[in-house]
């Protein structure tokens, strides 16, 4: 194997670049895709704030799930990591209140045995 789950992620993320963008420095692309990159899963609008689920894909094989809670004029109100999971069963429905978030997990098997997590802001 040739290298981790992450690096052959971002290699083909750059081929794709190199298509669409035929002129892109290789210095930019070096630059801007790392281990970092978000990739939205998850959204939930209410009248008063903007609920996001973001996932990071680790090098074991695993998503990191980062919460962000935005209000109307897009400050952020809360960040915060979620636990990391092999699967993403729990994290299914999401509650918004103008005080907490309820993550509920999904209505499935593997997830029956699940608490909801609950974060306040």
């Known amino acids: 194997m040739q290298g981790t789950q992450t690096e052959k992620f971002l290699e ?3 081929r794709a670049l190199k298509i669409w963008l035929p002129d892109l420095d ?6 801007t895709v790392d281990e ?16 996001v689920i ?3 894909y680790l090098n074991q094989g695993c ?4 919460l962000r809670v935005f209000d109307k004029e897009q400050n952020v ?6 636990p990391v999971c092999r ?12 005080h907490k978030i309820t993550i509920k997990p999904r209505n499935n098997a ?3 045995n699940k608490n909801p997590i609950t974060i306040a802001f």
Not at 77 to 82: K, N
Not at 87 to 98: K, P, V, W
């Open 26 to 31: 290789e210095r930019i692309l070096q630059d």
């Open 12 to 14: 083909y993320a750059g």
């Open 87 to 98: 699967e993403l069963n729990a994290y299914g429905t999401i509650q918004l209140s103008r």
């Open 63 to 66: 998503f990191s799930p980062l």
């Open 110 to 112: 593997w997830a029956r």
């Open 36 to 51: 970092t990159l978000l990739i939205p899963w998850k959204e939930k609008r209410s009248a008063t704030h903007v609920a």
């Open 54 to 56: 973001d996932l990071r």
């Open 77 to 82: 109100l809360l960040e915060e990591d979620l």
